[in-house]
């Protein structure tokens, strides 16, 4: 059966509600962020990116390209109360809604009988009430799948719409970057560049033996994305998938033996927050790093969950050990194969299960 | 320097199961390698992760020059798999390089030197067992299949060994369902209960080297490591630290409804019946009734499977699900032709065991259908 999926992201989410609550902000660069001289942006608007500042950046290479920059602090509760408040309109017209973050979801409305069953008035209808409402953009996508979706709601951004309708699905994909898809990063796009595919059109050329020869399991979700396949429902698992802790340093580290002492804080913090949720079957533990060049490096393994586990983790990142580590992070990645369902011999050690 | 001739049928076995211990993605490099020592008419081999490590034992019956070096491991076994099985092979080590030939055979290896090669540190002061290696293998083979993977409880990422006067019992829990084996062992002269938790890695390497036959393995209990020695084999295996679960307090004593059924017959129709059942979840219905039990299973397609077979059961009607694939578990490590069902109510453990054996008992917790 044909779905319908529409995908919903707030413009500048962050900022938008900066400038909302505060009207002299509006039409200067905003974004925001921590304070600290090493503070990471969260979002910034379109007005800063017209400068090149980008989220995630740091906040003084931001001042720099941007002196201009009001870099506000971030105010949590306004956006998860706002974005509640966005959930409630969209519950009008599906109950198959898939939050992804505070300022972005799927909803299902193959099923809806609004404006004769037509997804794409009925996105047009919700950006309208969000704006009515709320006092936000959003951008909107519509197509038959929520990898399409996702793709379309960033086609037209900001206060945009566009829909990929299952006609023109062939025609989009064949010039579609394949960097657009939701899972292929930066190193991803260069490997698939280094042999010749650009595009999703390039891609379809590959038959899935092939794709499973050079990518492995990957390959046949290669295959199924470049034919615009994504049976993935909306709602999905709603299980935790990780957790993970990290910090920034105040100065760049180079010592090994001050990242160790950081590895044992971070490593107790975590027990902590794991012992407060109760416990689950783990899938591997992974260690994060953050070098002063803002390379990141995240190596995983099926260990246990040992301060070992993570000490080795950090002797196992053989490269850049001369350069400064300016951020580490752990974490750990739980497996949801033992389902709900299933009794546990002691309850009391696992009744919260993650 | 070192320089040694065997035949390769003497060096194949020890070879492979040391390399058996070194881990694929190693931290350091010299933890690929494989250590080599000759000393006197002795070689021995040595793999490790720095939690396992397993040294192998080979007397050499052609004249030796002493030494010590390490080659990689995968690679030195890849050779020694791959000359005939009859060939004599020389390893000659030759300043930074391991010359490996036979016959008209001849490689090259890199090496690294001995003294990078870690060694697990060994507690001092232990205490010894002596336990013959089936007993010793049947503990183990019948309920290492329990033992969790990676589960944030690293305390359940092995197996319990208890050792009392007399007596040695293995116990082996992933949480949602227990093995527990005991034996009784002629003189096992320990003064006192003492339990320790032998991680997962270092109870299927331990499993591997155990022969099955009338010799005895002798255990050197540490406080932070375990020793197991046979004559050809030295293995060490760090200990978990931590504290295992109070065992005996989930163990169901009230249960009230037994079911004795053939435990052939119990295997395939749980196996029948579980193609229909969820593929990632494996839950299935089991519905009794005197005389009967039916077992019934569906998947989100909404397809059903149900399969009925008689067994002994004389009592009230009771529906209760579990995860199939604990129940084959069970059913394939059990040796005897009956098994035992100790049921009570859909939220309660069942206690499983071999109708002739309740030496080992079997315990599995239910699923919510």
């Known amino acids: ?35 600290g001289p090493r503070s990471v942006l969260a979002t910034c608007n ?26 506000q602090p971030a105010r949590f509760e306004v956006y998860r109360s706002v974005s509640e408040q966005i959930r409630s309109i969209f519950s009008r017209y599906t109950e198959l809604v898939e939050p992804l973050s505070l300022d972005e ?65 062939d025609d989009f994909l064949v010039t579609l970057p394949v960097r657009k898809i939701s899972g292929i990063g930066q190193k991803f796009s260069e490997k698939l560049a280094s042999m010749n595919i650009n595009t999703c059109g390039d891609l379809q050329q590959w038959s899935l033996p092939r794709l499973v020869e050079f990518f492995g399991k990957s390959g046949p979700w290669l295959y199924q994305r470049a034919r615009g396949v994504d049976d993935r429902p909306v709602g999905g698992s709603g299980e935790r998938k990780s957790l993970s802790i990290e910090h920034t340093f105040s100065q760049d580290r180079v010592n090994a033996q001050q990242c160790e002492q950081e590895i044992l804080r971070l490593y107790e913090k975590l027990r902590e927050r794991l012992n407060k949720k109760g416990s689950a079957p783990l899938k591997g533990i992974f260690l994060k790093v953050r070098y002063s060049s803002f390379k990141t490096q995240t190596i995983e393994r099926n260990w246990g969950l040992t301060l070992e586990s993570f000490q080795r983790l950090f002797q196992v990142r053989a490269e850049n050990v001369e350069e400064g580590i300016r951020l580490l992070g752990i974490g750990v990645r739980f497996d949801n194969s033992v389902p709900e369902a299933q009794l546990s011999l002691w309850p009391q050690e696992d009744s919260n299960r993650i | ?198 991680p997962r890695k270092g109870i299927l390497e331990l499993n591997r080297l155990l022969t099955g036959g009338e010799e005895t393995i002798q255990i050197y209990l540490g406080s ?77 397609e909404q397809e059903e499977a149900e399969v009925t077979v008689e067994v002994d059961y004389e009592g009230p009607e009771l529906e209760v699900g ?27 453990s069942a206690l499983i065991t071999d109708f002739d054996d309740d030496a080992t008992a079997f315990v599995v917790m239910p699923m919510r259908l």
């Not at chain 2, 049947?138 to 197996?159: E, W």
């Not at chain 2, 050809?232 to 295996?237: C, E, P, V, Y």
């Not at chain 2, 630290?241 to 052939?264: L, M, T």
């Not at chain 2, 119990?266 to 196996?271: G, N, R, V, Y």
């Open chain 2, 1 to 198: 320097m070192i320089h040694f001739s065997l035949a390769r049928e003497q060096l194949i076995k020890p070879l492979q199961l040391v390399s058996g211990v070194v881990e694929k993605r190693q931290t350091l490099p010299v933890l690929s390698n494989v250590l080599l020592e000759v000393e006197a008419t002795e070689l021995l081999l040595t793999g490790t992760d720095l939690e396992v490590e397993l040294v192998g034992r080979v007397t050499l019956s052609e004249p030796a020059e002493a030494g010590a070096i390490t080659v990689p491991a995968k690679k030195f076994l890849d050779i020694v798999r791959s000359l005939p099985d009859d060939s004599i092979i020389t390893v000659k080590q030759d300043s930074e390089r391991v010359i490996v030939s036979s016959g008209r055979s001849k490689f090259t290896l890199t090496s690294l030197p001995a003294v990078e090669f870690p060694s697990i540190e060994k507690s001092s002061d232990h205490e010894e067992y002596s336990i013959p290696q089936a007993q010793f293998g049947h503990l183990i083979n019948a309920t290492s299949f329990a033992m969790a993977q990676q589960d944030v409880r690293y305390y359940l990422n092995g197996m319990s060994l208890e050792l009392s006067p007399g007596m040695v019992r293995t116990v082996a829990t992933d949480g949602h369902r227990l093995a527990m084996s005991s034996r009784q062992v002629e003189g096992l002269n320990t003064a006192e209960k003492k339990q320790v938790i032998v």
């Open chain 1, 46 to 71: 379109y007005e800063a990116r017209k400068f090149g500042v980008r989220s995630a950046m740091p906040g003084r290479m931001a001042k720099n390209r941007c002196p201009s920059l009001i870099v």
């Open chain 2, 224 to 300: 932070t490591h375990l020793r197991a020695t046979t004559s050809d084999f030295s293995f060490t295996t760090k200990l978990v630290d931590g504290k295992f679960p109070d065992y005996e307090r989930v163990i169901p004593r009230g249960g009230d409804k037994e079911v004795v059924g053939d435990r052939q017959t119990l295997k395939s129709i749980f196996s029948r019946a579980a193609i229909l059942s969820n593929e990632k979840y494996r839950g299935v219905r089991l519905i009794l009734s005197s005389g009967n039990l039916i077992v019934k299973a569906n998947n989100p």
């Open chain 1, 105 to 169: 979801a799927y909803l299902d409305v193959t099923d809806s009988t609004w404006f004769g069953g037509s997804a794409t008035l009925l996105a047009e209808h919700i950006r309208a009430e969000i704006f009515s409402e709320v006092g936000i953009t959003v951008s909107a996508g519509v197509a038959g799948n929520k990898y399409l979706a996702k793709i379309a709601s960033d086609w037209n951004k900001p206060n945009g719409l566009f829909i990929v309708s299952p006609a023109k699905v």
């Open chain 2, 322 to 348: 579990f995860n199939v694939n604990y129940l084959l578990d069970v059913l394939n490590v059990i040796s005897g032709e009956q098994v035992k069902f100790i049921l009570s109510d859909a939220n309660s």
């Open chain 1, 1 to 35: 059966m044909q779905r319908k999926i529409i995908h919903i992201d707030c413009d500048c989410y962050y900022a938008a509600l900066e400038e909302r609550d505060f009207p002299h902000l509006r039409g200067k660069p905003v974004a925001v962020g921590g304070q």
